[in-house]
């Protein structure tokens, strides 16, 4: 059961932009606890993509971009290219009894 | 180059057990934080459970009570033992570490291994 929520799906043509939208709780996000993004693609592993809300690993173009602010993170691709179709996760710490570390429930990037 | 392998996985009765291993190469997993996150097929990803560097284990409550995380420091390998296996346990399990204490954030992944219950 996923506390944070995004949306299903998004697309975008190659060379838009597009954002995903993640929405959480004053237990997770809005605690102040950071967001973290994955990017899955077909049939592998999650790859960390973005962290501590707006961060990038060494190897991540800077196509992609993250925020933060209260209850809620947005990722945004820029310049979509077709290597970017994949599944997108975000995901945080969540300070309530039942939970520790939370995922989105996961947006569907198409690129027409 | 830290990599994690997972091993394991496979076709098991309702009701069942299996033991996950996750052998770990580049880094020590006993100064990490590990945890197991599963992906049902065609769903989204959940934590399962984690183990910190002193020892402390913590559990979603989906697993609670049947699902153990420990480690092995001689062998550098994390394992998750799963009991009273149900149908909603089908799914590709992974090891993942954190990237540093209370980071939160996994920063590498095994490649999955498959666990399928059946009825």
């Known amino acids: 059961q996923s506390v944070l929520t995004q949306p299903p799906s998004v697309s975008g043509a190659p060379g838009q932009r597009v954002t995903i939208s993640c929405t959480g709780s004053s237990s997770n996000l809005g605690a102040g606890y950071d967001v973290h993004w994955y990017q899955q693609l077909p049939g592998t592993a999650p790859k960390l993509l973005i962290f501590?809300?707006?961060n990038r690993p060494s190897g991540v173009p800077d196509r992609f971009s993250g925020s933060k602010s209260g209850t809620s993170a947005s990722l945004a691709i820029s310049g979509l290219q077709a290597e970017d179709e994949a599944d997108y996760y975000c995901?945080?710490?969540?300070?309530?009894?039942?939970?520790?570390?939370?995922f989105g429930t996961g947006t569907k990037v198409t690129v027409l | 180059e830290v990599q994690l392998v997972e091993s394991g996985g496979g076709l098991i009765q309702r009701g069942g057990s299996l033991r996950l291993s996750c052998a770990a190469s580049?880094?020590?997993?006993?100064?990490?934080?590990m945890s197991w996150v599963r992906q049902a097929p065609g769903k989204g990803l959940e934590w399962v459970s984690v183990?910190?560097?002193?020892?402390?284990?913590y559990y979603a409550d989906s697993v609670k009570g049947r699902f153990t995380i420990s480690r092995d420091n001689s062998k550098n390998t994390l394992y998750l033992q799963m009991n009273s296996l149900r149908a909603e346990d089908t799914a590709v399990y992974y090891c993942?570490?954190?990237?540093?204490?209370?980071?939160?954030?996994?920063?590498?992944w095994g490649q999955g291994a498959l666990v399928t219950v059946s009825s």
């Open positions: 995901q945080s710490y969540d300070s309530s009894l039942s939970h520790l570390y939370v």
């Open positions: 993942a570490r954190e990237a540093d204490y209370g980071d939160y954030r996994f920063d590498y």
């Open positions: 501590g809300n707006s």
């Open positions: 580049g880094f020590i997993v006993s100064n990490n934080y």
């Open positions: 183990i910190y560097s002193v020892g402390n284990t």
